[in-house]
Structure formats: C-alpha cells, structure tokens
C-alpha cells in the first residue's frame, strides 16, 4: 500500500484565496483524520470521519474551514477565505476501526501551506 | 477527558547516550498507550505501542512499559544515533473510540 497520500506537499497562496488540501487514506481504513500543526499549539485535530460520515468537526477553527470526504477513497479540507493565521502544515490520517484494527493512525506527509 | 503531558523543552544529548522522555496520562477507563515519532519533513509514525497495564512496547532500541499505578509511559533509548534525531509524540486513546489524544511532543537532537 502506498499509505496515506497528501497534495499538494507545498503550497503558497495569498491572503483571501481559497485553498484546498487533498487526501488519500489507506483502502479499507475506517476513519480519516484532519490535523493542523503549528510551533506555537502542537497538533490540533480540526475533524474526523467515521465511513465517510463527519463525527466531530469542533476543532475546526471558523466557518472559513470546511471538511468533505464524498467517498472512502478521498477528502478535502478547504480554507475560503485563507489568511495568515492559517499558515501551518496540515496532516492527514486514517486508521482502521479501534475493534478491528492495531489502535494506530498512519499519516501522510502532510501539506505545508504558506498563506501571504 | 483525555489528556497527555510530556516534558517541556527540547532534549539535546551526545551520540551513545541514554534518552528518557517522560510522558504522563489523564484517562477514564483502560487506554492504549502510543509513542509517534516524526522525522524532518515528514508526517508522524507509529513508534510503538502498549494496550494494558505493564506492556512493554518496543521498537528500534525504544522502548516504553504501561505504569498505570503512576499513569506513566516514558519512552527510554540506551544508546541513541544520530539518525534518532527527530520529534517524539505521546499519544492516548480510550473510551471505545479511534480519537487519539496528543502530547505536545520533544523535539530531540542527538549531537555527533
């Protein structure tokens, strides 16, 4: 398996722009995770689904972000409009179901996304 | 809730020296316990693992045992590389569910 995949790896936008991050997770994990990581708050989860579903989206800093997985294969995370603040590596993960599955998440690369 | 505290700082040592990460728990019921390392540029692995009470987990010279009397997984190395050079992530999960909760990570730096 090629694990999670992630694109763009980079990704320089200007303020007001409207981006959008793109994630692949393993075929046959039940669960999809957004982190977003900065210096100064660590690893935020921002949301996470369950078989496509959204289970929990309260970290999702304002209504700029937005979360969509349309089918098991694939998800986006969107910022509309981007601002400087946004500026982080974001991280995507799946993992299999906790009954089934190791307990671990396997991450992608991750996005590093420059706002200016 | 769930919660993971890790000591604050960087952790600067010489090559062959031991490393300890210290790594405390908040949790209800029975948690499975993590170490994640991510490497320069890279996204998180999983390091190794403990799932119940005095479990050793261990992996590449790491290892980490599950101490529920003190709510502890700290992370130890006996003779670290350079390559070992990386930040190191204490993670949690508990409560029937697949959220993982995060320590805020050491960054170490292993010095020729």
């Known amino acids: 398996d090629a694990g999670v995949i992630q694109s763009p790896r980079h990704e320089v936008t200007e303020m007001g722009q409207e981006v959008t991050l793109r994630c692949k997770p393993i075929?046959?994990?039940?669960?999809l995770f957004w982190y977003r990581q900065t210096m100064m708050r660590g690893l935020e989860l921002l949301i996470y689904?369950?078989?496509?579903?959204?289970?929990?989206d309260s970290g999702m800093p304002e209504d700029r972000f937005s979360a969509k997985m349309p089918n098991a294969s694939f998800s986006t995370l969107k910022i509309q409009p981007s601002e400087p603040r946004d500026s982080a590596v974001y991280f995507c993960?799946?993992?299999?179901?906790?009954?089934?599955?190791?307990?671990?998440?396997?991450f992608g690369s991750g996005t590093r996304l420059t706002v200016v | 809730g769930n919660s993971v505290t890790q000591m604050e700082g960087p952790v600067t040592l010489s090559e062959e020296a031991f490393l300890t990460i210290n790594c405390t728990y908040t949790a209800t019921g029975y948690p499975s316990l993590f170490w994640y390392v991510q490497y320069p540029g890279e996204g998180l692995q999983l390091l190794l693992k403990a799932t119940k009470a005095d479990d050793k987990g261990s992996n590449k010279g790491f290892e980490a045992t599950y101490r529920k009397e003190t709510t502890s997984f700290h992370l130890e190395k006996g003779s670290v590389q350079v390559s070992d050079s990386a930040v190191y992530f204490c993670?949690?999960?508990?409560?029937?569910?697949?959220?993982?909760?995060f320590g805020k990570g050491n960054q170490v730096v292993v010095i020729p």
């Open positions: 689904f369950n078989n496509n579903v959204p289970i929990d």
């Open positions: 993670a949690l999960s508990s409560g029937g569910n697949n959220r993982l909760a």
């Open positions: 075929s046959g994990h039940d669960y």
């Open positions: 993960a799946s993992s299999l179901d906790y009954r089934t599955g190791p307990g671990g998440y396997t």
